[in-house]
């Protein structure tokens, strides 16, 4: 089954910049669309990126200017880089995978890493 499995949180001032990773154990990674979400404390599940096989990226308006997602399907990963953080992006990060090609697809989720923006 998909395994997927966040890295790279931590706290940073307001104005840094940190690099989570996900790591996916799956058999043929580029099937999948895969995304970035994000939950806060009292607040909803919200998608922050999304990214095709074929690295055709979206972003929350939010984050948009600030962060990039980016992949590596030879290496089975899946990156989210943010810049310019602010104290609004503290949350918990988890990385989703959707296969493509399917008319009820799946949803696989990571564990989580918590990022901190705060001075």
């Known amino acids: 089954q998909v395994q997927l499995v966040e890295s790279g949180g931590g706290l940073v001032q307001p104005g840094g910049s940190l690099r989570l990773s996900c790591a996916a154990s799956v058999t043929t990674f580029i099937i999948y669309n895969m995304a970035w979400y994000r939950q806060a404390p009292g607040k909803q599940r919200e998608l922050v990126a999304t990214?095709?096989?074929?690295?055709?990226?979206n972003y929350a308006d939010s984050v948009k200017g600030r962060f990039t997602i980016s992949r590596d399907n030879a290496k089975k990963m899946l990156y989210l880089q943010m810049n310019s953080l602010k104290p609004e992006d503290t949350a918990v990060y988890y990385c989703?995978?959707?296969?493509?090609?399917?008319?009820?697809?799946?949803?696989?989720w990571g564990q989580g890493t918590q990022v901190t923006v705060s001075s």
């Open positions: 989703n995978a959707v296969p493509r090609a399917m008319s009820t697809p799946p949803t696989y």
């Open positions: 990214i095709s096989s074929l690295n055709s990226a």
